[in-house]
């Protein structure tokens, strides 16, 4: 486990019209295209922080904390949307000097990766997609179903609900579900990330792109209809709240899509068990004839 103090110290702040934007990168000396890395609610790119040294052994990765999340800003006035942290999303591209990446998308990570297909679709997207990962993320809202924590998050009691929670009830929450159980220590670095600079009260902020899935459902789920980008759908089997039947959905719509569960784990594959859904994707990459400068060697 990579200790907070250690993953702050790796990454840097980036200073956005929305705020400061907590950005990390390994294995930039790696040539080829970057795997960039678009997170969950409602913790932190850290969540991929075993995930992303993996991948950094061949290539370059760029993560970083979505507004409102982790170590970046959490202002008490900002929208939150989706459509903010997308644009957020590719001002760190801009700044990493990202022209094509390997995306890979996670939980409300997904919700931008759709907004960013949609823009592509519209000749809008400023950088090119080689691969598309998508990872137990609910697009598909409609089946999805939500903990009692989001649900009274989403409901008028939401502020007094995110006042009461603790690590204790947070910690709980999580284990509900994930097939294998983060570690005490793990759960410790989530809740800190979750709740530093005040973040807990913006969590029923936060917890507003459920609506907006609703809302735009089909400006994102119709360009994935149409979607001529490699994609992988790598779920993981027990989750009880983006459930299998998303899974399915988005193998059936999006064309050609390569589909790998993991029957053991749970909503946090990365986080769970970071080598084996590694080892899934970079085999995805190959069978579409990516390979790292090492592996033609």
Not at 109 to 126: H, N, Q, Y
Not at 286 to 292: K, Y
């Amino acid at each position: 486990m990579i200790s907070l103090s250690d993953w702050r110290a790796r990454g840097r702040f980036l200073d956005t019209p929305a705020g400061r934007i907590f950005a990390i990168e390994r294995g930039s000396t790696h040539p080829g295209t970057p795997v960039f890395v678009l997170h969950g609610f409602p913790t932190s790119s850290w969540d991929f922080a075993d995930a992303i040294e993996l991948f950094a052994e061949r290539r370059r990765v760029i993560a970083f904390d979505f507004l409102g999340y982790g170590l970046s800003a959490k202002p008490p006035r900002a929208s939150y949307s989706l459509f903010e942290q997308t644009d957020i999303a590719l001002a760190v591209a801009r700044a990493h000097d990202l022209a094509r990446v390997h995306l890979v998308a996670h939980d409300m990570g997904t919700s931008v990766a759709t907004e960013m297909i949609a823009r592509r679709e519209w000749k809008a997207l400023p950088i090119e997609l080689e691969t598309l990962t998508l990872t137990n993320g609910s697009v598909h809202v409609d089946l999805a179903h939500l903990t009692l924590g989001q649900q009274l998050l989403r409901s008028p009691a939401g502020p007094l609900f995110a006042r009461l929670s603790n690590r204790r009830s947070f910690g709980l929450q999580i284990r509900r579900i994930c097939a294998k159980k983060p570690s005490e220590q793990e759960l410790d670095v989530m809740w800190e990330l979750v709740t530093r600079d005040d973040g807990a009260a913006r969590l029923p902020q936060l917890i507003r792109y459920v609506a907006e899935r609703y809302r735009f459902y089909d400006r994102w789920i119709q360009p994935l209809t149409r979607l001529d980008v490699p994609t992988l759908i790598a779920w993981g089997e027990q989750d009880p709240v983006a459930v299998m039947a998303i899974a399915r959905a988005l193998a059936a719509e999006i064309p050609g899509a390569t589909f790998k569960t993991f029957p053991e784990l749970g909503h946090w594959p990365q986080l769970e068990d970071p080598r084996r859904v590694v080892s899934t994707v970079e085999q995805f990459w190959s069978a579409q004839g990516v390979h790292s400068p090492a592996e033609r060697m």
